[in-house]
């Protein structure tokens, strides 16, 4: 099993701030009664719970692999763990934003869908060894993917969201404009990084990942959850509309 170099440094920060996050959900939602409220703090609380794991094996050397590749002398290090914990978390992120929206089961599955494409397809290309370029291929094919979520995220989600309560309204939008700036620069992060074209090194590179996950997921966690009047009012529409059904 591979080693991990100084970047380690950051992934025991990393496993740190995400187990703190988790244990900081329980915390918030301690005492919540309301199934509907309940629902939000399950599923947030599972985003860093899972990537404290992640982030864990990572530091251990548990979730990295060496390829050698034709096109350099040096082995190339990849944490594939990153995908199997954004495999699970990213769907959960969706999740949280479309129950916030109102959305129907046809946009959340179209939406994790979409997402489960991304990363499996971010993943090939992290793996692929033949040439490059294919790696490159890959990357594109993920954007592809990541391009028609936040299609969806602008229109069809939005426009759900805009039927909710104002203050309901008012944070979706505030989660999904997060969602938006933040994800995006994960497919830049990785085509200058080693994934890429190398023009950041590993060192660097798991840096800027950790600080991007832990405000994707910890940051998300803590502008949703500190709305607890808020996550009343949606549970209450939500009530409202099954009873009208
Ligand atoms: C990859 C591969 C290259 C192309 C694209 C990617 C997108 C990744 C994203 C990840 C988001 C992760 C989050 C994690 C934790 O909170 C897989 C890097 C488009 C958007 C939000």
New binding site residues.
């Given amino acids: 099993m591979p080693s991990p170099g100084a970047e380690q440094i950051w992934l025991w920060i990393g496993t740190a701030l995400m187990a703190v996050g988790t244990l900081a959900f329980i915390g918030m939602g301690w005492g919540e009664e309301d199934p509907e409220a309940q629902e939000y703090y399950i599923i947030t609380i599972f ?1 860093p719970a899972i ?1 404290a794991s992640a982030y864990f094996s990572m530091a251990m050397g548990f979730g990295l692999t060496e390829l050698s590749v034709p096109w350099a002398s040096e082995a190339l290090d990849i944490y594939w763990a990153r ?1 199997a ?2 495999l699970f ?2 769907p959960l ?1 969706l999740i949280d934003l479309a129950l916030l929206a109102g959305a129907n089961r046809n946009t959340i599955s179209t939406l994790v869908g979409l997402d489960v494409g ?2 499996v ?3 090939v ?2 793996l692929v060894t033949s040439s490059q370029t294919m790696r490159i291929v ?2 594109g094919i ?2 592809g ?2 391009l028609a979520l936040l299609y969806i995220l602008v229109s069809r989600l939005s426009a759900q969201a805009s039927t909710q309560p104002g203050s309901v309204g008012a944070l979706f939008s505030t989660l999904r404009n997060v ?1 938006i700036l ?3 620069a ?2 830049i ?3 200058v990084g080693t ?1 890429g074209l190398g023009l950041i090194p590993l060192y660097w590179e798991t840096a800027v990942f950790m600080v ?2 832990v ?3 910890v940051g ?1 966690g803590f502008l949703l959850l500190r709305s607890r009047s808020v996550l009343d009012q949606v549970s209450s529409s939500t009530a409202d509309a099954t009873a009208a059904d």
């Fill in positions: 985003i990537a995908y914990d954004w978390t990213t992120l991304m990363i397809t971010g993943l290309g992290a890959w990357w993920s954007c993917f990541f969602v933040l994800w995006t994960y497919p992060v990785w085509i994934e991007l996950d405000l994707a997921k998300f």
